[in-house]
């Protein structure tokens, strides 16, 4: 089975700094897209930023110039490096990733196809930015 598993989160002070972790691991042949996503209480769930094969990141408008996202595709991972952090930073961050499949298998009723893409979400990881 495919798994996306977040870590790095945690209490930081407003201006501060911290490094998010995610790793993709399971039955995978490749992966297109690793994104980072987050949700507020009470808000829906937002785009951060996002980066594909070699290609260039892209971010939201609220992040520009503050987080820097990075992949390691021999390590399946996706990097999401946050810095002068706000309280509206405040969140539950999501890793997901487009991840084409390896060796094909079942979940539960849904078969998965080798050679094809599907969309998978880790359990997310609570960042907050208080004094």
């Known amino acids: 089975q495919v798994q996306l598993v977040e870590s790095g989160g945690g209490l930081v002070q407003p201006g501060g700094s911290l490094r998010l972790s995610c790793a993709a691991s399971?039955?995978?042949?490749?992966?297109?897209?690793m994104n980072w996503y987050r949700q507020a209480p009470g808000k829906q769930r937002e785009f951060v930023a996002g980066?594909?094969?070699?290609?260039?990141?892209n971010y939201a408008d609220s992040v520009k110039g503050r987080f820097t996202i990075s992949r390691d595709n021999v390590k399946n991972t996706v990097y999401l490096e946050m810095s002068s952090l706000k309280p509206e930073d405040t969140a539950v961050f999501y890793c997901?990733?487009?991840?084409?499949?390896?060796?094909?298998?079942?979940?539960?009723?849904?078969?998965?196809?080798?050679?094809?893409?599907?969309?998978?979400w880790g359990r997310g990881t609570q960042v907050t930015v208080s004094s």
């Open positions: 980066i594909t094969t070699g290609g260039p990141a």
């Open positions: 399971g039955s995978i042949s490749s992966i297109n897209s």
């Open positions: 997901h990733a487009d991840v084409v499949i390896g060796d094909g298998y079942w979940r539960g009723s849904q078969y998965f196809l080798p050679g094809y893409a599907y969309d998978f």
